[in-house]
């Protein structure tokens, strides 16, 4: 526990300590070298309004350009300020890191906003398909293509130009890639790397979507643990054989906690953990690594804010709190700001682009298909033992919306693509239960396939060592000729007489 203590500790001093350097590195840049791409990107965004619905015309893809002009007007610092208090000032919005300058600084020395849209563009859809390529290897191509359908419900056009939005994606993806091989190698070490994933998520975002750096991974991790250990019914061993697999349980797992100990000692005696005691591991594991992402991303929030303060001389901290809590449930007269507002708003954002009525009878469709095959088959339900864990990831996005009333309700046509992790989780359940169900009961054409394979398999020839059966000459009708050997064994010369 006290290594384990210390390897947090050392990963966000470590941390911190990058986020700083890297920002005073970037606002060493003079302005002369950046202002005439940042005055050209300026003049292209209020030319196109702080948010366009192109394209689509929908509140789903409009383009965050209000937020895009403050990221660039960051990129300039005070002259007559120091490096370190540009760095943490950012033009008097202290109370992010605005990380997304550590690239936009550099970028702008040479390209205006539509060459950095672009580059932002080939960046994302560059790691997006890494992401389904990893998926798909890893858990196969139905689960590959909910990731697609996810990603597309997202609107990825606007997301991957916007200079606010991109970024906490593309943290989500790699983070969601790296989560695969340190789970199935490394599973001890899942949390720090969540509590990573935290961090770099609070540095690069101005309250986005966030959670999609927890959630996205999430869903990897927990379809890893599902192929591992489903849930399975108790089953009973010796008194004696459970003390000594306990016993050899606590010595394999000795940092993994009493549930880890409890249900290795349970395997190794042949016995199955308690269907409690397996719920109880289950929900440890999404508690812990919820609780890493969110020490990871509060912590470095916080970390921001006194230093902040101690840098500006001026009270960052009550500045940050004071927003948080109006984007809790704060009030306005130009915004009907109330909870089904808000729902209403984030969930019609999420749906196809066809009237709400169709998209009720297709979810609705898909629903009762899944829950029939679930009743039906046997595979489906034994499948959905390993998936329910998925379930609270689903609804992850709700209870954000409900914590922050306010800013869920404002900006409901950027949080709402928080659903895609809605999205994921019952996605693959659905797609899980079918190809479960498929096993069971196979197409026309898989049993046409069997059929053919258990008619060439059938055998019909002679009897010769080889597996035929057809009589032989002066073989009696109806009986089985036999092998040479097995004729002279039996005193038979092989054509049904008597030697």
């Known amino acids: 526990m006290k290594k384990q203590l210390l390897s947090y500790i050392g990963a966000f001093v470590g941390l911190i300590a990058v986020y700083m350097l890297l920002m005073t590195a970037v606002y060493t840049i003079p302005n002369f070298l950046v202002e005439e791409n940042v005055d050209l990107s300026i003049k292209y965004i209020d030319l196109e309004g702080d948010g366009p619905h192109v394209t689509f015309y929908r509140p789903s893809s409009r383009v965050d350009n209000y937020s895009d002009r403050i990221i660039y007007q960051e990129v300039l610092r005070s002259e007559d300020a120091s490096v370190l208090y540009s760095a943490m000032d950012n033009q008097n ?3 992010y890191w605005h990380g997304h300058s550590v690239y936009m600084r550099p970028l702008s020395v040479f390209f205006d906003i539509t060459q950095v849209r672009f580059i932002l563009m080939v960046a994302f859809y560059s790691v997006a398909a890494l992401l389904l390529v990893r998926v798909g290897k890893r858990f196969g191509g139905p689960v590959a293509a909910v990731f697609f359908i996810g990603l597309m419900a997202i ?4 997301v991957s130009t916007c200079l606010q939005l991109a970024a906490v994606f593309l943290v989500a993806f790699i983070f969601a890639m790296l989560a695969i ?14 509590f990573v994933a935290g961090s770099v998520a609070n540095f690069f975002d101005l309250l ?3 959670l999609v750096s927890l959630g996205i991974p ?11 250990s489903p849930l399975t019914l108790p089953r009973q061993g010796s008194p004696a054989a459970a003390r000594a697999g306990a016993a050899a349980g606590k010595a394999a797992n ?6 880890a100990s409890h249900a290795a000692g349970d395997t190794a005696s042949g016995a199955s953990p308690s269907l409690w005691r397996q719920i109880g591991g289950k ?12 020490l990871g991303y509060g912590g470095t929030w916080l970390a921001k804010w006194l230093i902040g303060s101690a840098v500006l001389q001026r009270n960052v901290l009550a500045d940050a709190i004071q927003t948080v809590l109006f984007r809790t449930e704060g009030k306005v007269d130009w915004f009907d700001i109330t909870y089904p507002n808000m729902f209403r708003y984030n969930i019609e954002n999420i749906l196809l682009p066809i ?3 169709w998209n009720a009878v297709l979810i609705l469709a898909v629903l009762a298909l899944a829950a029939a095959a679930l009743v039906r088959s046997a595979s489906a339900r034994e499948r959905m033992k390993g998936l329910w864990v998925l379930l609270p990831v689903a609804v992850m996005p709700y209870c954000w919306y409900t914590v922050l009333l306010n800013h869920s309700c404002i900006h409901s046509w950027f949080t709402y693509r928080l659903q895609i992790l809605t999205l994921l989780s019952l996605g693959i359940c659905v797609v899980e239960i079918f190809r479960a169900y498929r096993r069971d009961y196979p197409g026309r054409r898989a049993r046409r396939l069997a059929d053919a394979a258990r008619r060439a398999d059938k055998p019909t020839g002679r009897h010769t060592g080889s597996g035929a059966e057809a009589e032989g000459p002066g073989q009696i009708p109806g009986t089985q000729a036999c092998a040479p050997a097995e004729c002279q064994a039996a005193g038979d010369d092989g054509r049904g007489g008597a030697a």
Not at 155 to 158: E, R
Not at 218 to 228: D, F, P
Not at 284 to 293: D, K, M, S
């Open 355 to 357: 009237p709400m009525k």
């Open 93 to 95: 919005y202290a109370r």
């Open 254 to 259: 000795g940092t993994a906690g009493d549930t």
């Open 283 to 294: 929900i440890l594991l999404l508690a812990r690594v919820c609780i890493a992402w969110v």
């Open 181 to 194: 091989p340190v789970y199935d190698r490394h599973p001890g070490k899942i949390d720090l790397l969540l």
């Open 218 to 228: 999430l869903v990897v991790i927990l379809l890893i643990e599902a192929e591992r």
């Open 208 to 210: 986005t979507v966030p």
């Open 155 to 158: 609107y990825p056009n606007t």
